[in-house]
Every structure is written in C-alpha cells, then in structure tokens.
C-alpha cells in the first residue's frame, strides 16, 4: 500500500506545487477546505506590501503600485479559473457581505417575484443573510423558501426570484447538479446565485457557459489567501446594465474622488465594491492566486478526484466503514474535494487525529471532514491519514477524558 | 523660525514616540488623515501572523492565537481610546459597511419615524450608504433629509429617527459639537450616529459620557492600521437587547459553531460581526494600536492643536492667506487635526508639494488639505512644510505642465 500512494505522488504532473507552500514539518494538512495552506510566494508579497508599498510610498501607493484597482485585478485574476470572462468577477468583503449585495439584486432584477429558495442543510451564513435581508424588507417583499435537496425541482416555480445554492455541501461534500438546476432555475424565470465556497480553486467551473446569474466564492480555502481573505463575486454581464446593490459605498461609485453628493452606481461589475477593501488581505490573495498560473483547473480537478476516491477506497478496504458512515458520494462527478464520514464520536475522533498530527475538522453534530487539495496534498498524505485513523479506532484511544471536552468554538 | 519650530520639537513630550514609525527620508508625511504611516510593530506582527500562525499552526490559530476573538479583543482596545466602556465596540468591515448595519438598526429601533438626517457636505460614502438603505426600504419607510449645518438643530424634530453626522469634515476640518448636537437630536427622540473617521486617534471622545446611541470609525487614518484596515462600530449598551441588524452573517450568531439553521443573533455587539473578518489586516491594526499605550487622548490633542495652531499662525505670518483662503476655523475647539485651504490652482499645488516632497492631499474641487498626525509630525515638519509652501507660491510653479493633468483617480 505504501508502494502504491509512494507510486501515485511519483507519477503525479503536481507534485512539484507542495513546494510552492510551507507546511509545517511531520503534519498532514487535511483542512484546506476551510484554511488553506501558505503559499511561500505570500511572505515575501506581504512583506513588499508593508514595507516598502505602505511604509514607504505611503498614500501615493493607491496609485504607484495599483492598490485602487486590486479588487478589480484580483478578481480578473480569479475569472478564468471559475469559467467567467473579464468585467465580471470583483474581490471584495466577505462571502456574507457579498450574498446579501447579490440578494437585494436578484429580488431588484426579478421583481415582483420575492421568494429565495435554497435548501434546508445549506451553509448556516447563505440563510442567515436571506434571513436577515427578509427581516428588513418584510414579509411582503422577501420570503425564504428551504427544501430537502430531493425537492428543489419540484419547488422550483414561477413565484421563485432567486434560487441560492452552495455547489458542494460544507458537511457531506455532495455537488449540485449545477448545470441542471441553472437551467431549471431560468426555465422558470428564476435567477440562480451559486455560493462557491467549496468549489472555486478546485472544481473547474462555467459560469459563463452555464449562464449563471451570480455567484460567490472564498478567497481563503482553496485559493489559499489567508485567513479570512477577501472573497469575491460574481455578477453576469448581461445583468450589469439593470443591476444596483444596497451596499452603495464610495468605491462603488461611478466617480468615487470626485466627491458628488449623490450616489451614482459605477458601470459594471465595479458597483459591488463597498467601502475600502483590506489592502493588506488582498495583497496576500493575490500572490496565492500565483501557483495557479502553473497549473489547469482539469489537472487539479483529475488530481482532487484520485486523492479522493484513493482515500475512500482505503476506508473500505481498511474495513473503517464498518464504525465509521462515509457522507460523500461515491461517484466521483457527485462530490467536491473532501470526504466527510459520521461517528458518534466525531469530536473525539477528530482531537486525537489532530494530536497526531492529522489536521481534520469537525463539524456538528457528528462530522469529520477530510479536506483534500490537489495543490500541496499527496496520495503519501493520504495514505498516512488513513493508517491513523485505523490505529485510532482500533485502540479506541478518541474515548480517552482528553478528547472528551468539546470547547464552544472549534 | 526654525529655532522656534526646534525648540518646541525639544519640549514635545510626543516626540519620542516618532521613533515608533518608519517614515522615509527626507518625506514631510502631512497625510495621515488618509493613511496613516507605518508603525515598526506592524512588520514584526505580520510576519508572525503570516509565517508562524497561519503558516505552522494552520486552522488551529483561530484558537491557540485568538484569532476568532480578535473583533472583539481589537474593539476593546479602541474602547478608551474614543470614551466607550466595554462591551460595546467591535472592529469589522469598512465603515461604509457598519454605517449600513447602523442606520438599519437606529431605523428599527425607532421606528415608525423613518427619517435619516445628515448635513449636506457630510463625508459622500455616508449618505450613499444612506441612500443605498432607502432605495431597498422604499420611501414610505426611509427618508434622507440633508441640509446646511447652520440649519441642523432647527432640522431636528420627531420625524427623525437618526441624526448621521461625521464629527470632522473631511474637508474643511470643522468639528461639530457632539455633545450639544447629541442632546439637541435626544431632546426630539431622534438617536445619533456619529462617524468618527476623522476624530478616533486624534480628538478625545467621550461616548458613553456623552450618551451617545452608535458610532463608525476609521482604522487606517490616525490609529494607522494600514490601507483598507478594518473599521469599528460602537453601539451603546442600553441599545443592545433590541438592537438588530441586517447583515446576518455566521459569525454574529450567538453560536456560529453549532451550524443552526436559523440565525440568533448574538449578545451584544458580537451580532454586529457579519463574515470572516480579514485577520491579515486586523492584526496589523491591532499592533497598530500599541503605541497608544504610551500616551493619553488628552496628550495627542495637546499636541494636534499646537501643530495645527502653528500651521496656521505660519500661513498668516507668511502673507499666504493673501493667495490662500483658509477653510479650518481658527478656534482650536471646533477643529480637528487638520488644517484645509482652497485656491484655483489646488491640484498644481497638492502635485508641486508633492514633487517637494511634502506629503498632502487634493479633495476636488479646489481644496488643499495638511493633516497632523501628533504620534509622529514634528513642528519642524509643520515649518517645513509651511517654508516650502511659500517657495511654491511664491515661484508659481504649480502652473507648470507637468502639474496640469489631474488624473481621474487621487
């Protein structure tokens, strides 16, 4: 078995990209689905950044070294890899900032119509921030719709304005259809706004292709970016001319240093922009957007598929999925780029793995994520975390008092 | 001159505190009230964060480093530093962003009145932000009154729900009086937001002893967190068991871990956090603040108001206010840290000073603005500055081609 995943990394086009990153000696990294790993191109970026750009440039940096254009810049950086021309994609807040901009669009555009359907184990922030967007705007004009995933065609109607989706479930790691429900969604008049969070940077899209509405995406899982990167948005240029959003800060605005008394939306995808972005976060998720450049969204995607189905495969034939209940989809085309299996014990489960130097997650109730990015993790990888886990169901050591307390945040 | 600049550089209690900024040489840096310099703890700080925290310990920092409690950690740092007891100031976002959640809050919390009041040159961004919430509640539910400020307190009356007001202009550097329009918009049962950008880090404030209901403020000017570091927002206490606000995002749930589907707002000013916060940006901010720790509100303003009184004694006693007009009330109570001028030819100035290498700043249409910084400017830097002023004015070299050309964005 050794002598397989040892072959698998000898033969794999992207071996050479784990040097790219700095991961800490004798850790198997498993978690890059919810903070991606350092880049080694992002230290000396952000040192540039502080050092010489803001310390010594000093203000005329928004100008010397671009920073007025880096949302627009970091986002025409992160088109090509999730399927959109130029003009379309924007860095810029947070994922919950950027669903509530695109929500209040998607009700504009579609008017009368007022109803957001989604599904009802979508990720916790996409209904919170429809929740709290209908709390503003009244029953009358918002109405949040959740159905099991089995019953979305079903629920989409013509009363539907937006249909809000994540592709890949955060728990089980199971796609949407994305291409089926897009059409579903426009056959019924409806709008579609994909939340990419745990695709973009690993899952080749089409945005474009598919005729996707609006989309956003997270800057610091697969992308690499850093905690609590900015994240990005997506807006369809043929929606752009009729498109405004709530959030109208001065860096949305058509002429922002002109200083008029009245907002005037810029042209574009340039309108999103808010107020003044987090220079220092965006610079660091733009150098990690650099590795991309050595690499195609298919070779990730092949990659992403082997170290998954490479680690399901070892699950069964370890025999772990007699105590353990594996959540992802078995066909390949189904799941994202992790696999997450249930057990009454998860959270104990989940320490010791991460006491021995397997970093998983835990998610609740009862979930345990292993998150897989083709750009730094190996098959090796893979293999040694399979070989813990079995050692620590077999010695039942997750039931020892260390692992027993929960602590609230995780 | 120069002796009396020197002299009083050498009896400057502040003036050590110089040394905790890198500043190039040679550069008289008048911008801070755009971007504030670099503090030499913010290099160390960031590398840490970037090659130790994120680097080796990964996901884990969100708890071994804090970094999920850092909104909060860095807020009660800026707490004292504008009057406000704990519990009640969080660093997240940008301000234009925290005006939105504000302004939905003092709406809701005094509806049916249903009207914004703010004067007609307040800083744009604010009342976009304001126009932004009133095209997505419709008129019978948000109105944007705007008006002289010589008009505000008779403006004031039980329509209004919130009176928004940046307490230092932007341009001329006027303050208004807080604690006088404060009471005024209390007396008629209108609550106050105040924008601090202008006033955090330079004007001692006395929130919570002023009574004062929400409150935004800037991190990348005078507390020098760095380009586009994170704003705040104030909510008083006795505001926080009814306050709500509409970007719900995950981690302003009172228990983002537990993956609720149903959003609950957290206690206090926790719910004011919408998505992952920029932790790259927000712990250069947090080191930024250090320094602060060295030195009283009441010192900084000392200071600020001496530079600035020498500053502008300095354009009289040179004859400048012969060519200049200047905007800044002579009256040091009633400004802020700044002194603003207007003259035909502003943006020459602003480029020829700037080619001088005296840093300012041009706000359209003809206003020329030096601003103070008392944690690092100098009366020699004031003199300096005042002395190359005069040279360039006195050359008109500010009429030359090169200075012409004003670019769309400054």
Same mark, same amino acid.
């Given at each position: 078995?050794?002598?397989?995943?040892?072959?698998?990394?000898?033969?794999?086009?992207?071996?050479?990209?784990?040097?790219?990153?700095?991961?800490?000696?004798?850790?198997?990294?498993?978690?890059? %689905?919810?903070?991606?790993?350092?880049?080694?191109?992002?230290?000396?970026?952000?040192?540039?950044?502080?050092?010489?750009?803001?310390?010594?440039?000093?203000?005329?940096?928004?100008?010397?070294?671009?920073?007025?254009?880096?949302?627009?810049?970091?986002?025409?950086?992160?088109?090509?890899?999730?399927?959109?021309?130029?003009?379309?994609?924007?860095?810029?807040?947070?994922?919950?900032?950027?669903?509530?901009?695109?929500?209040?669009?998607?009700?504009?555009? %579609?008017?009368?119509?007022?109803?957001?359907?989604?599904?009802?184990?979508?990720?916790?922030?996409?209904?919170?921030?429809?929740?709290?967007?209908?709390?503003?705007?009244?029953?009358?004009?918002?109405?949040?719709?959740? $159905?099991? +995933?089995?019953?979305?065609?079903?629920?989409?109607?013509?009363?539907?304005?937006?249909?809000?989706? #994540?592709?890949?479930?955060?728990?089980?790691?199971?796609?949407?259809?994305?291409?089926?429900?897009?059409?579903?969604?426009?056959?019924?008049?409806?709008?579609?706004?994909?939340?990419?969070?745990?695709? +973009?940077?690993?899952?080749?899209?089409?945005?474009?292709?598919?005729? $996707?509405?609006?989309?956003?995406?997270?800057?610091?899982?697969?992308?690499?970016?850093?905690?609590?990167?900015?994240?990005?948005?997506?807006?369809?240029?043929?929606?752009?001319?009729?498109?405004?959003?709530?959030?109208?800060?001065?860096?949305?605005?058509?002429?922002?240093?002109?200083?008029?008394?009245?907002?005037?939306?810029?042209?574009?995808?340039?309108?999103?922009?808010?107020? #003044?972005?987090?220079?220092?976060?965006?610079?660091?998720?733009?150098?990690?957007?650099?590795?991309?450049?050595?690499?195609?969204?298919?070779?990730?995607?092949?990659?992403?598929?082997?170290?998954?189905?490479?680690?399901?495969?070892?699950?069964?034939?370890?025999?772990?999925?007699?105590?353990?209940?594996?959540?992802?989809?078995?066909?390949?085309?189904?799941?994202?780029?992790?696999?997450?299996?249930?057990?009454?014990?998860?959270?104990?489960?989940?320490?010791?793995?991460?006491?021995?130097?397997?970093?998983?997650?835990?998610?609740?109730?009862?979930?345990?994520?292993?998150?897989?990015?083709?750009?730094? %993790?190996?098959?090796?990888?893979?293999?040694?975390?399979?070989?813990?886990?079995?050692?620590?169901?077999?010695?039942?050591?997750?039931?020892?008092?260390?692992? $027993?307390?929960?602590?609230?945040?995780?």
């Amino acid at each position: 078995m050794s002598y397989i995943a040892a072959s698998l990394d000898a033969e794999d086009p992207l071996a050479r990209l784990r040097d790219h990153f700095q991961l800490p000696q004798g850790v198997i990294y498993l978690d890059g %689905n919810s903070l991606g790993a350092l880049p080694r191109s992002v230290s000396a970026a952000v040192k540039d950044l502080v050092e010489r750009q803001w310390g010594e440039d000093l203000i005329s940096s928004w100008n010397t070294h671009d920073w007025i254009r880096l949302p627009t810049s970091v986002g025409e950086r992160i088109a090509p890899l999730i399927g959109a021309g130029p003009g379309q994609v924007l860095c810029a807040d947070s994922i919950s900032v950027n669903l509530f901009k695109l929500l209040a669009t998607g009700l504009d555009l %579609n008017g009368p119509r007022r109803v957001i359907l989604t599904v009802e184990d979508d990720f916790p922030t996409d209904t919170y921030i429809a929740q709290g967007l209908a709390g503003l705007l009244g029953e009358a004009h918002c109405e949040i719709r959740r $159905v099991p +995933a089995s019953e979305l065609t079903s629920a989409l109607n013509e009363d539907v304005a937006v249909l809000m989706l #994540t592709e890949v479930n955060y728990r089980s790691g199971e796609r949407h259809d994305m291409q089926e429900l897009t059409e579903a969604a426009h056959a019924v008049g409806a709008l579609v706004l994909w939340d990419l969070a745990h695709s +973009a940077g690993v899952v080749p899209l089409e945005l474009d292709a598919l005729d $996707v509405d609006m989309a956003v995406g997270c800057g610091y899982k697969y992308f690499n970016g850093g905690p609590g990167a900015p994240a990005f948005l997506y807006v369809n240029k043929r929606h752009q001319a009729k498109a405004r959003q709530p959030l109208s800060g001065w860096l949305g605005h058509r002429a922002p240093f002109t200083f008029d008394p009245d907002y005037v939306a810029a042209e574009g995808v340039q309108q999103y922009q808010a107020g #003044t972005p987090a220079i220092i976060s965006m610079v660091a998720l733009n150098a990690a957007l650099n590795v991309f450049e050595q690499v195609t969204m298919e070779q990730i995607r092949t990659k992403s598929i082997a170290l998954t189905e490479f680690f399901m495969q070892g699950l069964m034939s370890r025999g772990l999925l007699q105590t353990l209940v594996c959540l992802t989809p078995s066909e390949a085309a189904r799941r994202g780029s992790q696999v997450s299996v249930s057990h009454a014990q998860s959270w104990g489960l989940s320490q010791a793995l991460i006491e021995a130097r397997v970093i998983v997650d835990f998610r609740a109730p009862d979930i345990l994520r292993f998150g897989f990015s083709p750009l730094y %993790n190996s098959f090796t990888d893979a293999e040694r975390a399979l070989d813990t886990l079995a050692s620590i169901l077999a010695d039942k050591r997750y039931l020892q008092d260390r692992f $027993v307390d929960r602590p609230t945040v995780t």
